[in-house]
């Protein structure tokens, strides 16, 4: 099992950035696929960006592409998340997660079997 625990919400004007970081315990970090994820009121949660364990590969929903950045630091059982040029839409509680199995999507949260409390992010226009 992995728990994980994300921090660096908080409150931005449009226009501006903050570094979402996601801590998980345990000493198989490297193994795992991890997701960020953000659910705003009245809506599902939705797929944000991800990160492959084996490659490295990142992937991103189309509304954040070219805004945020995804990276993992194995040595220090992390996974951040650098969001820049914040639009109020970006308002939400972002989730971070992790899956060990190989099957399913990963843009799907269906996929991933551990999920951090999240960390709220808005942004005033």
């Known amino acids: 099992q992995v728990q994980l625990v994300e921090s660096g919400g908080g409150l931005v004007q449009a226009g501006g950035s903050l570094r979402l970081s996601c801590a998980a315990s345990g000493r198989t970090f490297s193994t795992y696929d991890m997701g960020w994820f953000r659910q705003a009121p009245g809506k599902e949660r939705e797929f944000v960006s991800a990160?492959?364990?084996?490659?490295?590969?990142?992937y991103y929903a189309d509304s954040v592409k070219g805004r945020f950045t995804i990276s993992r630091d194995n040595a220090k059982n992390t996974v951040s998340l650098q969001m820049n040029n914040l639009k109020p839409e970006d308002t939400a509680v972002y989730h971070c997660?992790?899956?060990?199995?190989?099957?399913?999507?990963?843009?799907?949260?269906?996929?991933?079997?551990?999920w951090g409390q999240g960390t709220q992010v808005t942004v005033s226009s």
């Open positions: 990160i492959i364990r084996s490659t490295g590969t990142t």
């Open positions: 997660a992790a899956v060990r199995r190989y099957s399913g999507s990963y843009y799907d949260p269906r996929r991933y079997d551990y």
